[in-house]
């Protein structure tokens, strides 16, 4: 393999990258092995036609109901190692892989370094001016994300261990997931756009598989395919603004086009401002952002720990990474940055309205993560890059843990009624209740999730998210670069005051969902049923450990990041300070550079005290609201509860219709021109012109066809004559 | 030595004279095998003109006709077992009744 290595010089030394090809290549290996263990037992495992009993008898018990149902039916030709050879390779390549980051980010903490390290391997696409290679870059930024993703990655395989290993597709789970962390790391660690596109499509793909992971069932194979055509539209944006770029700028791979943009590029015009534009439209695809967010909700069809994985903590968050990664483009653009901060806070406050009517558990937390995306593009789009890749990291260790939760909740609901034939939904929270005492350990450690979504300090999410809102109140008094500029005629101050009001609001019902699902799911009587209740248990320590290592996390992600002058948030520098901020400053040198030479200096900001004592009381009075007005004791289970009780209610449970209304204005014209195409277009005329010609040949052919050949020998001999004395006159003339 | 006395193309005049004779019968007569024996004088015909040609060209005429005569005696014992295979079939040798292998 060819290596070119840039080796850096930082403030304190040189940085060598250690194994960097190794993180990207071990997930991959993992997923050769566990693919081809996936192979080998598809070829002599039980015939693939027809749903084995098992999995109807799981249908009986809704979607995410699977895991652990072979127990009573094991699978006559299943050997052993086809189960423990997976549990062992997919966390283990992860593992390894984390440990290598571990290694990098050693060395990188010693040498501070200003510019990326970038491993060039071969040329890609040498195609004219367009030269692509195939290179990964290590900076500060995709550092932070690769620690992310195996660390958080690692934890979720082991989890699947537990989660997973009885379910008859565990090798292809298993390989699938590994794949994924293969794509994600292409996705962080390449060094052009174009390299990154490919971790993008990856992940998508991935994606898909996962979501239609039991596609024996229609709805699943159904979900994964909404999921993968949505971000097929985003990703014509991304590929846009990829084309937009290199007819501006020449150039794809990030250090070229960030050096090139701000002399080549006019500040604020329509270039750079519809690159931008064309790339959050990649990025609201990935990220679930209006209007294309209503894939995510669908994909909790898929295994919980891949909802845990894909869509809360790592490849949901790829769309802020392009935003961050993008921040000079960004801040060039102020007014596409508003849009991105609008979009992202009218996300947050729409998709937490959803969650607080949804009756399944794994659906509440989808709504969830869909509101804390927009918050984190309320934050990028603010300017505020630090805050939002801030909270996309603590998002990552609270929402992975509430997943993971989740899904112990489920697995352990799905083996109390699997054991007595009863054919409830084991994830609606109407057949939950009291379940703290059963599931001690993931109701502590969803707690403290929980209080770290909520944003009560001293939890992780306290920090994040009081780091976004408080932008917003800072930008509106006018010190983000895209104060100055205007949205539709109004003044990005304005825009920005609204984004603040937005979000708290937003903040708000988060916490009110949040205590809502937790009210429901563990407190109050048990509504399972009384012999269902002697079934409920924890699950073993394959489950429980990455639980405890994920709340542990939420409890104290938020400390990486204090920032000493903000009242009250200050109380918790022990001496690191905004170790983040510092972190990740050379990432957005760039964009710092733009602000300078066109805004010069701005305002130094001011933090007040209210915006923190606000967050506080929202954080916990959203909970103790959620207290107050709800009572766990009163809920009646599923199919006696109603679903809604009023109008209000009933637009909430319907999530606003908006999926119908898709349907009706999208969906539905598109068939019915396809239709018309199919019919009078493909059938009509293309096929008439096609078979038309056939037929036409067919029939000159047997008219003439049936005349000359008579059958008569003499005939042909005639024939034969003729041309051969043709052939001899054109000789002599 | 009589190719001496005769005029110098009389052999080639003859060997075309009868060609066409043989053309003509495949073409007209209907008798299969009255073709056949029209066949047999068109490779006779071109027999005799690589003999003509041989005192100005080289044996290799000469070697020619003894490769056309062996290749019409093979032909020969082909040709009459179809006919006769025919005629068993349709108790005639009049080719106009046989076309069946038609579209």
Redesign the interface.
């Known amino acids: 393999m060819l290596q070119h290595t840039t080796e850096a010089v930082g403030a304190h030394g040189t940085f060598h990258p250690f194994l960097l090809g190794w993180i990207v290549l071990l997930p991959l290996l993992g997923f050769l092995i566990n693919g081809v263990l996936a192979l080998m037992w598809w070829r002599r495992g039980p015939a693939p036609a027809g749903p084995e009993p098992s999995e109807q008898e799981a249908h009986a018990h809704g979607g995410d109901a699977h895991p652990g149902v072979e127990e009573q039916h094991p699978a006559p030709l299943d050997k052993p190692w086809t189960r423990t050879l997976p549990s062992l390779v997919a966390p283990g390549v992860v593992l390894a892989a984390f440990a290598i980051a571990l290694v990098n980010f050693w060395g990188m903490l010693g040498a501070e370094l200003h510019e990326p390290v970038i491993e060039r391997y071969w040329s890609w696409m040498p195609v004219g001016s367009l030269q692509v290679d195939a290179a990964l870059q290590l900076d500060q930024l995709s550092m932070l994300m690769t620690l992310i993703i195996t660390g958080v990655g690692a934890l979720i395989h082991v989890f699947s261990v537990g989660y997973m290993r009885e379910d008859p597709g565990y090798p292809r789970y298993m390989a699938y997931l590994n794949l994924f962390i293969f794509f994600m790391l292409v996705l962080v660690l390449g060094a052009s756009y174009p390299v990154m596109f490919v971790g993008w499509e990856g992940v998508g793909l991935c994606s898909y598989l996962l979501i239609g992971f039991w596609f024996k069932e229609q709805a699943n194979a159904d979900a994964g395919k909404k999921a993968f055509i949505v971000n097929r539209i985003g990703d014509a944006g991304f590929l846009i603004a990829m084309m937009l770029m290199f007819a501006n700028l020449g150039t794809l791979s990030f250090s070229e086009v960030f050096a090139a943009a701000p002399g080549g590029l006019a500040y604020g015009g329509v270039v750079v401002t519809a690159v931008c534009l064309f790339l959050f439209l990649g990025a609201a695809g990935k990220s679930a952002q209006i209007p294309l967010y209503i894939w995510l909700p669908d994909a909790m069809a898929g295994p919980t720990p891949v909802s845990a994985l894909i869509h809360a903590a790592t490849m949901v968050t790829a769309g802020v990474y392009l935003v961050v990664r993008s921040s000079v483009l960004f801040t060039m653009a102020p007014t596409a940055s508003l849009v991105v901060a609008l979009i992202g806070a009218l996300t947050a406050i729409f998709a937490a309205t959803i969650g607080l009517k949804q009756w399944d558990i794994k659906k509440v937390l989808a709504y969830s993560t869909v509101s804390q995306l927009g918050f984190m593009f309320a934050a990028v789009g603010m300017g505020a890059y630090v805050a939002g890749v801030f909270h996309l990291m603590t998002h990552a260790f609270f929402k992975a843990c509430l997943f993971l939760g989740s899904g112990a909740v489920i697995y352990a609901m799905h083996h109390a009624l699997h054991a007595t034939h009863n054919p409830a939904d084991a994830q609606d929270m109407r057949n939950m209740g009291g379940l703290k005492r059963y599931l001690p350990v993931t109701f502590a450690t969803m707690g403290i999730a929980t209080l770290a979504i909520a944003g009560v300090p001293p939890f992780a999410g306290f920090f994040s998210k009081d780091e976004i809102i408080g932008a917003a109140w800072l930008g509106a008094g006018g010190t983000s670069p895209m104060a100055q500029a205007t949205l539709l005629g109004i003044p990005g101050t304005a825009v920005m005051g609204f984004i603040g009001g937005t979000l708290t609001i937003a903040a708000l019902l988060t916490a009110f969902y949040m205590g809502r699902m937790m009210l429901y799911t563990f407190f109050g009587p048990n509504r399972t049923g009384a012999e269902e209740e002697r079934h409920l248990h924890e699950a073993g320590p394959t489950m429980t450990v990455p639980l405890v290592a994920l709340a542990t996390l939420s409890a104290v992600g938020g400390f990486l990041n204090v920032e000493h002058e903000v009242p009250i948030v200050g109380w918790f520098d022990f001496g690191q300070g905004a170790a983040l901020h510092h972190w990740l400053h050379p990432v957005i040198a760039g964009s710092e550079e733009v602000v300078r030479a066109n805004l010069g200096e701005l305002m130094e900001p001011h933090h007040a005290w209210w915006p923190i004592v606000l967050a506080i009381v929202i954080g916990v009075g959203g909970l103790l609201l959620a207290r107050a007005l709800l009572n766990p004791d009163a809920l009646r289970p599923a199919g006696v509860e109603p679903d809604y009780t009023s109008a209000p209610e009933r637009v909430l449970y319907n999530k606003y219709w908006i999926d119908e209304l898709y349907h009706a204005l999208v969906v539905r014209p598109v068939n019915v021109v396809s239709q018309v195409f199919y019919r009078v277009f493909d059938r009509g005329i293309i096929d008439g012109i096609v078979d038309g010609g056939a037929r036409m040949l067919q029939g000159i052919g047997l008219y003439t066809g049936t005349r000359v050949q008579t059958g008569q020998t003499n005939t042909y001999a005639f024939v034969i004559i003729i041309g051969v004395l043709v052939v001899l006159g054109a000789f002599t003339l | 030595m009589i190719a001496q006395t005769l005029p110098a193309n009389a052999g080639l005049y003859l060997s075309a004279i009868l060609f066409a004779i043989g053309?003509a019968g495949?073409?007209?007569r209907?008798n299969a095998i009255i073709?056949f024996m029209c066949i047999e004088l068109m490779l006779n015909a071109a027999n005799l003109a690589f003999v003509w040609f041989s005192p100005f060209a080289g044996v290799q005429g000469q070697v020619f006709v003894f490769f056309v005569i062996a290749v019409a005696a093979a032909e020969a014992a082909v040709g009459l077992a179809i006919i006769l295979a025919v005629f068993r079939h349709k108790e005639t040798v009049n080719?106009?009744e046989?076309?069946?292998?038609?579209?």
Do not use: Y
């Open positions: 053309v495949v073409m007209i209907r073709l080719i106009n046989f076309s069946l292998l038609r579209f």
